[in-house]
């Protein structure tokens, strides 16, 4: 015989295991699947070491499994990317593709994230992607960096600048 009793518990474990089982499918995190674009477009080097940081934070929070995750460069932002001796070559200011931070962009690279680079930019700050920039290939390219923001946002991506 079945009691209110009986039923109430069984509704109260059953609430409890499919929580239990929402939470596992997203790590533990309580974090669902998440489309995030980045935006830089400042050339402070610190600024942009504490992007990366924002960007890996997320990651960590989050778990790799659940992110789609971009970064968009446009304007002084290509500096992140610019190789410290193409500097002279180019009509930015500043290359803070060292060493240290080539390590942090190849490690979020290794977790998915994506780096997109403005065209505009390239033709107007006179940089080539393919000997200037870190680690950036043709299929890194988008036409306008403000546009693929937009582009991004109405594609459901959240927007974010650090």
Do not use: W
Not at 9 to 16: A, G, M, P, S, Y
Not at 53 to 77: F, P, S, T, W, Y
């Amino acid at each position: 015989m079945i009691t209110l009793k009986t039923t109430t518990l069984t509704t109260l474990l059953l609430t409890i295991a499919l929580f239990v089982s929402g939470c596992t499918t997203t790590g533990g995190t309580g974090y669902s699947a998440q489309k995030v674009v980045y935006h830089i477009n400042y050339d402070d080097p610190k600024m942009q070491a504490g992007a990366l940081r924002n960007i890996q934070n997320h990651i960590n929070a989050v778990g790799k499994e659940n992110m789609d995750m971009k970064v968009v460069l446009h304007g002084k932002g290509l500096s992140l990317l610019l190789e410290p001796e193409s500097v002279a070559n180019t009509k930015l200011k500043l290359g803070n593709a060292t060493d240290e931070m080539q390590v942090k962009i190849s490690s979020l690279k290794e977790q998915k994230v994506v780096f997109n680079v403005c065209a505009n930019t390239l033709k107007g700050k006179n940089i080539k992607y393919d000997s200037d920039l870190y680690d950036v290939s043709a299929a890194d390219i988008v036409p306008s960096g403000v546009a693929e923001l937009a582009h991004l946002q109405s594609m459901g991506y959240t927007y974010i600048k650090p």
